[in-house]
């Protein structure tokens, strides 16, 4: 297990090492969580439409989303990221997983590092384990447990992700998947990650985040990115969907409105269900568009590029709030 290449590299975003000192990168807006994914230069057996890295797609394994996960040694790594924990630099360690063989072994090889060296907060993003992974996985030190189901209905992930995809998870078994792990792991300490913009209305998608709002558990909101060497998805992205969605789901998540207090046409929401003047100073606020997902998870530029920001990595200013307030439709 110690020699082989899977236990001694790992990958690393390019802004993660940027904060590491492992590479020179300019950045106006520096992770504050350490992007990881297990090594393996294998496919994952699963083939999620979006992902460079499925079974069947032809995309380079060092991409998830726009960022770029490099091949790093894994030593080095966790050694900096203990001394960037302990400066405040980083505050949470993010672990993405790919199903092959030994992800086990290799994704419990690399918490465990991690812990001999330091006490950050780990995330792990994963598919549907067993409960008794779920319970080794808590013990071991995993703080956030992420299940992602990126569709945000069943009809969409079977054909992003299910069976109409080619590849084989259901939604049934990745939401009984999300409740025992919310059930191990505790309400507030599970989510999930919803990809915008392959086919879901609003409506769909703040449906979905309401009801598991009300289990305690989190959405994340990416922006669907398409990458090369990946099959087509019909998008139908745009920042104005993306925008409502992002703060309908600001409402749920601070409890401000419910899904049932907001009206919807044609999926498009019409009435988020408060009245004009608070709504203006919510949307001012700007917090409702900041990345969301694990505490202190910015994500800069994982869906974004410099002209067009989904999710906001910090405090967006006056003149992005300008932009957002004119993106839903409340243009002076
Ligand atoms: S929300 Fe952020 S920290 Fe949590 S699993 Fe997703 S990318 Fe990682």
Redesign the pocket.
Same mark, same amino acid.
């Given at each position: 297990m110690e020699n082989k290449t899977s236990t001694k590299k790992v990958r690393a975003s390019l802004g993660t090492l940027g904060v590491l000192g492992m590479e020179l990168v300019l950045m106006d807006a520096p992770p504050t969580?350490a992007?990881l994914q297990i090594y393996t230069d294998k496919r994952c057996q699963a083939n999620c439409r979006f992902c460079s890295q499925a079974a069947g797609a032809d995309g380079d394994l060092k991409q998830i989303a726009r960022g770029q996960y490099m091949p790093s040694d894994l030593d080095e790594v966790v050694r900096r990221l203990g001394i960037a924990f302990e400066r405040g630099y980083l505050k949470?360690a =993010?672990i993405?997983t790919v199903m092959y063989s030994d992800m086990w072994g290799d994704t419990t090889h690399l918490i465990g590092r991690i812990r001999e060296v330091s006490s950050i907060p780990i @995330?792990? @993003?994963v598919f549907p384990l067993s409960d008794d992974k779920f319970v080794a996985l808590k013990e071991m030190g995993v703080e956030?447990l992420?299940i992602p189901l990126d569709a945000c209905n069943p009809e969409l992930f079977s054909k992003i992700k299910g069976k109409d995809a080619d590849s084989i998870y259901e939604w049934d078994t990745h939401l009984d998947g999300i409740r025992r792990a919310a059930h191990v792991f505790g309400k507030g300490a599970v $989510?999930t990650?919803l990809i915008i913009g392959m086919g879901e209305s609003a409506e769909d998608a703040l449906m979905l985040i309401d009801e598991l709002h009300a289990e305690g558990v989190h959405s994340?909101l990416f922006a669907y990115t398409h990458m090369p060497g990946t099959r087509e998805v019909t998008t139908n992205l745009n920042v104005d969907h993306y925008r409502s969605v992002q703060f309908g789901a600001y409402l749920i998540r601070e409890g401000i409105a419910s899904f049932a207090d907001m009206t919807f046409n044609d999926g498009k929401v019409t009435d988020f269900g408060i009245p004009d003047s608070q709504l203006i100073g919510y949307v001012e606020r700007g917090d409702a568009f900041k990345?969301? $997902? =694990?505490p202190? =998870?910015n994500?800069p530029y994982?869906t974004e590029t410099h002209q067009e920001i989904f999710n906001f990595p910090k405090d967006p200013n006056a003149e992005e709030i300008l932009m957002i307030k004119q993106q839903l439709g409340l243009g002076e």
């Open positions: 969580t992007y949470r =993010c993405q @995330s792990l @993003s956030e992420v $989510g990650h994340a990345t969301t $997902g =694990c202190d =998870c994500r994982a």
